[in-house]
């Protein structure tokens, strides 16, 4: 019988027990522990079903064009259950002139963008988002094609060279540097272009002009609709959770354990734990023959300072944290919101927010009859202050920005605030020269595997495609 240890019990951990639990299942002679520190298990997954509300307080789904979650969905028999976004109400916002004064005003975003890459120079020309100047840029980059693939850098630059050299300052701070806070809750100056705006890049080696390569893109997909950017299930996110930890082993799950020391012993590890948290007595230590690091980047990184120190390091990375507070309105028509997804609040507004999602309007099944669901979140530092404050206060805060800009709220029936401290790590510039290099590294030490987002990739997609790889792999 192989023994196995899963160390951390969010949607990477979560994953990778399903996976072995399936192999087990088929014939697979196997004894898997998994140990999470909390009490709860998903991680920043989690779904509230409260008053016909469903409310999402981590992700609320993931990108289409990743298979893996979508795979996932379908062996875990919930297909039904897909939800795609509403292609109807697509479309994002800015907060543009935004001071203490004045509330400033929601600008959309034109149609057919990719991020901040448009498709069609036409509804550049016709939105009133941009500057004359900044429409003048993209235009240019479009007719910049051969110089911009002849001039393409050779190593990794950060997110803000990237966009910078393709569109300008104004496109990277309207659009650039709040799409991906809101997604990373990175800063676009350090963010690795490569680690987390890959296709663009793909796009800049083979057409120079990512305008080019979208418009290339949309030729070869022809008169077939495009699926819709983004999915999630109509009973929310934390459905994938609970179907997986239903089928997990009960004996195999111990919540409120925090692994202490990871040790190589012979061909196998061995693990000492705590059981009911840190600074709880020792419990007595096991032997195992493989384990799965499914834990944060900064606890991974303390577990293997003594067992490789460098490894350590490649694995000490920044990591940001988000503040999400929720308004449940049963008196949603006196709330009159733009069609769209939601709104992005760049960086020098005298808003706290990062961006809104307009819940009710980007996927549906997800309020009662006549309600509508805010999801307002805050990160970087207003994040950091906000850790402090209270749900109360949380609560208070982002019911103040959204009327600011919104108009006033009518009186939530269900508020929920979710703190995600350290849930981000910042892919930043070398990002996959070190994980290439952190790889390398752990091929010394077998049966040891890393999992969760502080190395290929943060959304949902690639946490189940690495997770049950890496199940999958013990066996082999």
Not at 132 to 157: G, I, N, V
Not at 358 to 381: E, N, S
Request: aromatic share 6%; net charge negative; with cysteine.
């Amino acid at each position: 019988m192989k023994r196995i240890a899963i160390l951390g019990g969010g949607f990477a951990g979560v994953t990778a027990a399903w996976e072995l639990a399936r192999l087990t299942s088929a014939g697979a002679d196997l004894h898997i522990d998994l140990f999470e520190a909390s009490d709860r298990l998903g991680g920043t997954v989690m779904t509230t079903r409260e008053g016909g509300y469903v409310i999402e307080e981590g992700p609320d789904g993931w990108v289409t064009e990743k298979p893996w979650a979508a795979q996932l969905v379908r062996d875990l028999g919930l297909e039904s259950e897909l939800l795609p976004c509403s292609e109807a109400n697509r479309r994002t916002f800015v907060l543009v002139g935004s001071t203490p004064q004045s509330p400033g005003t929601l600008r959309a975003m034109p149609e057919g963008m990719r991020m901040m890459v448009p498709s069609d120079l036409a509804a550049i020309d016709a939105c009133d988002l941009f500057s004359a100047e900044a429409k003048q840029a993209y235009h240019h980059e479009l007719h910049s094609a051969e110089h911009l693939r002849a001039t393409a850098p050779a190593q990794d630059e950060s997110v803000a060279s990237f966009v910078r050299r393709h569109f300008g300052d104004e496109v990277l701070n309207k659009i650039g540097a709040p799409l991906l806070s809101g997604v990373l809750g990175g800063d676009v100056q350090t963010l690795s272009v490569r680690s987390v705006m890959a296709p663009f890049v793909a796009m800049e080696r083979e057409h120079g002009s990512l305008i080019a390569g979208l418009q290339a893109r949309a030729a070869a997909q022809g008169n077939k609709p495009a699926p819709a950017i983004f999915t999630s299930l109509r009973s929310g996110v934390g459905t994938l959770v609970d179907r997986m930890v239903a089928a997990i082993p009960e004996a195999w799950l111990h919540r409120n354990t925090s692994v202490v020391s990871l040790q190589p012993e012979g061909d196998g590890w061995r693990l000492q734990c705590s059981a009911g948290g840190a600074g709880q007595p020792l419990a007595s230590a096991e032997r195992y023959d493989a384990v799965l690091l499914a834990t944060p980047a900064h606890v991974t990184s303390r577990l293997l300072a003594s067992i490789d120190p460098r490894a350590a390091a490649l694995t000490d990375m920044e990591a940001s944290s988000a503040v999400v507070a929720a308004f449940g309105l049963c008196d949603g028509a006196s709330l009159n919101l733009p069609q769209g997804f939601g709104f992005l609040v760049p960086e020098g507004s005298s808003s706290r927010l990062l961006a809104c999602t307009f819940v009710d309007q980007k996927y549906a099944h997800r309020v009662p009859p006549g309600g509508r669901l805010l999801r307002a979140f805050f990160g970087g530092a207003a994040a950091e202050r906000l850790m402090r404050c209270s749900n109360d206060e949380v609560a208070a805060i982002a019911r103040m920005e959204l009327a600011h800009i919104l108009g006033p709220l009518p009186e939530p029936e269900i508020v929920k605030v979710r703190r995600l401290p350290r849930s981000l790590p910042q892919y930043s510039v070398g990002h996959l020269e070190r994980m290439d290099e952190l790889a390398q590294r752990m091929e010394a030490w077998p049966g040891l595997s890393l999992l969760g987002n502080a190395y290929r990739g943060v959304g949902l997609p690639d946490l189940a495609r690495d997770a049950r790889a890496a199940a999958q792999q013990l066996l082999r």
